[in-house]
Every structure is written in C-alpha cells, then in structure tokens.
C-alpha cells in the first residue's frame, strides 16, 4: 500500500474517532436533565410557584437567599414566588390549569383544589422522576406508605406532607370578654351543640352590637352522628356503618337539623350576616378580634393564635368527646408539580435538599435570621416589635406542606414540644384513620354529573347552610330533587364502586 493511501486511512480514522469522542461528550453535557452533567454548567433557570395567602413584606427577600443558597450547593435557579388568597385559591387554580397556564409547582390540599385538580390531569405524573431527582424524599414516602393517597390510575400527582394530625373540632370563645361580662364559663364545659347555641345566646345578650360568628352547625352535627366527609362533591358516610355506604350529605337528617337552626342564628343575629360571603379569612378575625366565638381544632385550641392584643384571651373546649373523628389524610397538606412544567427535575432536585438540609429548611420556613427571626436557643421567635400578625416573613401560607417533623424547631405559635403532643392527641382511642384513607375518587366517568352537581351546590346550598333562606324544609327539599335531576344516583353508583374495589383490595 502508498505511503499517501496510508496517510488517507490514517486520517480518517483519526477524525472519525475525533467525531465520535466529541459526540459523546456533547450530548452529556447537552442534557440539562443529565445528573452526571456538571452542575456549573446548567444555565439559571427561574421556578415559578404559587401559594395560598397573602405575600409576606419579605417573601422576595428570603427567596432570593434561598435562590443563592441553593446555587451554592449547585442547583442554578431562581424563585418567582405568587400568591393567593385562600379564598379564592380553588377557583383560581382550576381556572388557570383550564387555561393551559404554565407554572411550575404548586401548594394545595384536599380541602382546596387537590382532587379536582388531580382528576382533571392537572399534575404532572411522577412516578420515573421522584426517585431519580428525589432520592431521599421518596425514601421517606416509601417508608410512611402514603403516596398510595396522592396515586390516581397509577400515577403519583401530589407530594403529601409527612405528618400526623388531627382536627376534630374545639369550640373557643374570647375568655376574656366572657370575665368582663361576667359571663361564668368553664374551660371543657362546651362540648355540645346545645351548648354552643346557649354560649351565643349569651355572648349576645352581653355584646349585642358585635359581631360573634362565621360558623354554621354543619360540621358540628357531622361530629355528633359521627359522619366523615369525602371531601367529594358533598358525598360522605357514616363511621359505625362497616359496607362504608356512600351518601348525599343533603339527605342526611342532621343536614335538615343543622339548617334549621341555622335559620334560626342568621335570624337572631348569632352568626353574622355577611358569614356566607365574608373571604377574610377566619383566623385573621379571630387574631384581631373580629368576632367572639370560633370553631377550631387541637391545634389551634393549644398553639398561640397571635392576638394583636396582650390583653385578648381564649377558652376552649373539646366538642363531642365521645365520638369517633378521622385523623387528617396525607392530602391535607401538599405540593403539586404542574404539567406543564419545564423543569420538574430542578422541582424535586430542590424538595430532595429541602428533605436533607437544616439549613435550607431554615431558610424555607424561617427566612432571614436576624431579619424575619431570631434564634432564642433552638426556638426561632419574631425579632423584636413583630408578632404573627405583623410577621414579614414567618407562618407564611402554604409552609405547611414544607414541614418536615426531624427539623421543625419550636416556635412562639408552636412552643417545645407541641408537635409531640399533637402526634400523640391523633393516636388517642377516638381519633381514627378513616377506612377510605388513600382512596382517590376519579371522576371520569360523572364528569357531567359533578359538574351539575357543583354548580347547584354553589347556588343553592351555602344559603341553606347559613341561614338565609326563607322556608328551610321547603328549600332542603327542593334541593334535594334537584340534585337527583342532576344524575345523583349514577354519581352514587360510580363512587360506591370505587369504594369498594378499594376496601377489596386491603382486605
């Protein structure tokens, strides 16, 4: 063979080999999901999350030094951090994920916007990127079993907090007033229905021109019989029936029971007037003393409510002891990857080192130390002149899908040792998991059904339930048909039977 022929071969082969390397290490570092990549390398890349609440003075702040952080440790991202306000927090949600908007994780709860978010396939699936983007997070689900709850047709589309709790309800009422009024009610002594509506009755004889109450008997009655809300387009069962029937909450008889005296309250000025449309929301009125009486639960029966005076005290009250009352589900409180995110591996990359991290957690919950806290031993408390109601930062809207048990320090609303106490109160006899715990109703079978359903319940139901109509037996009756013309029965038939393929396959 010619020395130029061997030359030509050489050459060759050379710059092939040359392409090959170059390829290979070009398509590395090309991925911005590739963990192997340098993380140098990846460009910023801004997250865009939405919470419920009001924004803090110093949101922004903190989570700019939250961004810093993290790119220390090298996640390059920045935060771009929205709110809110609870009360309009469903429907603005729904309303953006019908709108193809895009953003990139979420706050939400099984008591705002989960289920129906959920069902509509508003999340992202997670099942291939938790455990590779989130190694140590989905370690700790594995260990508490509870992303069955957030698993709809075997795909994980929520991300649960990891707590135990529970809210059966306390009745409060401002101590303080009912001393001044001479008012001689003893701590524990409300623990019925009946005794609620004499504590108003009282309240208002002594401050007939205040304002006392939000609350309506509905979810005091369901208590009493014992009735576990689905949190399902009204639809619910009763604790001591062991078939779990599913049933509509309006043909219940404590649903006619509880608006009647309803009635009775809106006409005898026991629950305020504007209570069915009134979206401030109610631990605000209760913090700045807008109103004398409230419905609560443990937690807030023996954390610090923050009143924004020294001089407004609290008594509570357990309500209905005796009675059974479900522990909070895993989708109390979650976070939620929206589908149409562009970077769901930097979401779980940066909730993995806030599953890891004391110090990021800090930052998370806390904010700026020295700026939006102090440290007082391992206690994070307000600086100086701040309190809950003036924070800039601390107890913040939607942290508590953030919390996490093996950092959590104590704090002036949650003093030492209180989420020991609160784990323990949700393990005591009459605190129970409901038998449907991690059951996800799908919709897509009723989807009209629902539809109807929800609309007539907006219209015609919160009105029954605070009182305002005008013939009560009348109106739960109408209601009633109506929501039989709404396809009840076949909304019934599809829940029950995905009930109880879900208590089959325990068993």
């Keep these: 063979m010619s020395k130029k022929k061997r030359g030509f ?18 398509n590395k570092q090309s991925s911005s999901n590739d963990k192997g990549a340098a993380q140098g390398s990846e460009p910023e890349v801004t997250l865009k999350f939405y919470f419920g609440g009001d924004k803090k003075a110093a949101s922004d702040e903190v989570w700019a030094k939250i961004s810093e952080y993290v790119k220390s440790k090298g996640l390059n991202v920045k935060f771009d951090i929205n709110t809110i306000p609870f009360g309009d927090f469903k429907d603005k949600m729904l309303v953006m994920a019908a709108s193809g908007d895009k953003w990139d ?6 008591w705002l916007s989960y289920k129906q978010m959920a069902a509509k396939g508003s999340y992202m ?6 455990p590779e983007y989130a190694p140590n997070l989905y370690k700790k689900y594995q260990e508490q079993g509870t992303l069955t709850a957030a698993t709809v047709n075997g795909q994980i589309v929520g991300l649960p907090w990891t707590m135990k709790m529970n809210e059966r309800k306390f009745a409060g009422w401002r101590s303080d007033l009912a001393e001044a009024a001479g008012l001689n009610i003893e701590p524990d002594s409300i623990k019925t229905i009946e005794d609620i509506d004499h504590l108003l009755r009282q309240f208002k004889q002594a401050y007939p021109n205040e304002k006392l109450s939000r609350t309506t008997p509905l979810s005091i009655y369901m208590i009493r019989d014992e009735w576990v809300d689905l949190n399902f387009h009204g639809l619910g069962f009763y604790l001591d029936d062991p078939k779990v029937t599913i049933q509509p909450v309006e043909q219940q008889p404590f649903y006619l029971e509880s608006a009647q005296l309803a009635k009775t309250w809106y006409d005898e000025n026991l629950i305020n007037r504007d ?3 009134d979206k401030e929301g109610e631990e605000v009125q209760w913090r700045n003393g807008k109103k004398l009486f409230t419905i609560t639960s443990h937690e807030w029966a023996y954390a610090d409510p923050g009143f924004v005076s020294p001089d407004f005290k609290q008594g509570m009250s357990l309500l209905y002891p005796d009675k059974r009352y479900v522990n909070r589900t895993a989708l109390a409180n979650v976070l939620a990857i929206n589908r149409n995110s562009e970077h769901p591996d930097l979401v779980l990359r940066f909730l993995d080192m806030v599953e890891t991290d004391q110090t990021l957690y800090d930052l998370l919950q806390y904010g700026i130390e020295g700026k939006t806290y102090k440290l007082d031993g391992e206690m994070a408390v307000y600086p100086e002149g701040m309190d809950s109601s003036t924070s800039n930062y601390m107890e913040w809207g939607g942290q508590w899908a953030f919390w996490k048990p093996q950092f959590m320090r104590p704090t002036q609303t949650y003093g030492p040792g209180f989420w020991e106490e609160e784990a323990k109160f949700a393990s005591e006899p009459n605190n129970v998991n409901s038998p449907v715990d991690g059951l ?9 059904e629902i539809a109807k359903r929800d609309q007539a319940s907006d219209e015609f139901s919160r009105p029954i339930e605070f009182g305002v109509v005008k013939d009560v037996d009348k109106s739960v009756k109408e209601y009633i048909e109506m929501q039989k013309k709404n396809g009840l029965d076949k909304l019934l038939t599809d ?7 879900y208590l089959a396959s325990r068993q």
């Design 495 to 501: 829940a029950q039977k995905q009930v109880d393929e």
């Design 275 to 277: 209570a069915m449309i």
């Design 105 to 110: 994780m979420n706050f939400d709860g099984d």
């Design 9 to 26: 071969i050489t050459l060759a082969v050379v710059l092939l080999l040359s392409m090959t390397l170059s390829a290979c290490g070009g």
């Design 440 to 448: 996800f109703i799908a919709e897509d079978n009723v989807k009209n």
């Design 125 to 130: 699936a997670l099942n291939d990127l938790l």
